[in-house]
């Protein structure tokens, strides 16, 4: 497998089980992680956050349950497959982590999960940071990331 890293935050996930604009990148991303090519890279917190949008449209009534446990259920399946497959990392969410993305809560006015994901990414060293935040996409270049803009 190629040594490519991709970070890809939760609004890029998501955009992997519904449509919006940016749909076609994550689907790319996802298939060249299972290629082979590309090994992806997202957070503890970004399972959460991508369950909870899921909650959230069920609740809303903007899906009906079929529709929310096959998203479910085919996230969650995703992530065990790409991880046996060794083509998915999971940063776990650590104190270190959390404590060292502090300083940019303060310094650039972030959001505790979207600091979360730059030092996550900047953890796991990857070659590109996948976000459709374009404040988080400003960010994580100021970061020194090389940050990707989707949707």
């Known amino acids: 497998m190629n040594?490519?890293?991709a970070y890809l935050d939760s609004s890029v996930i998501l955009k992997r089980?519904?449509?919006e604009d940016g749909s076609e990148t994550a689907k790319t991303l996802f298939q060249n992680a299972y290629r082979g090519k590309l090994r992806i890279v997202f957070s503890f917190w970004n399972i959460g956050e991508v369950l909870g949008?899921?909650?959230r449209k069920f609740r809303r009534g903007e899906m009906d349950r079929r529709e929310y446990d096959f998203l479910r259920n085919g996230f969650l399946g995703e992530v065990k497959r790409l991880s046996a497959l060794d083509v998915l990392k999971i940063v776990p969410v650590h104190s270190i982590l959390l404590a060292e993305s502090?300083?940019?809560?303060?310094e650039h006015h972030l959001y505790q999960a979207d600091a979360l994901q730059v030092v996550s990414a900047r953890h796991?060293?990857?070659d590109e940071f996948y976000t459709s935040n374009k404040q988080l996409h400003k960010i994580a270049l100021k970061e020194g990331l090389n940050s990707r803009l989707v949707g």
Do not use: T
């Open 17 to 19: 089980y519904l449509l």
């Open 124 to 126: 796991a060293s990857v």
């Open 53 to 55: 949008v899921f909650n």
């Open 3 to 5: 040594g490519k890293k």
């Open 102 to 106: 502090w300083k940019l809560i303060e």
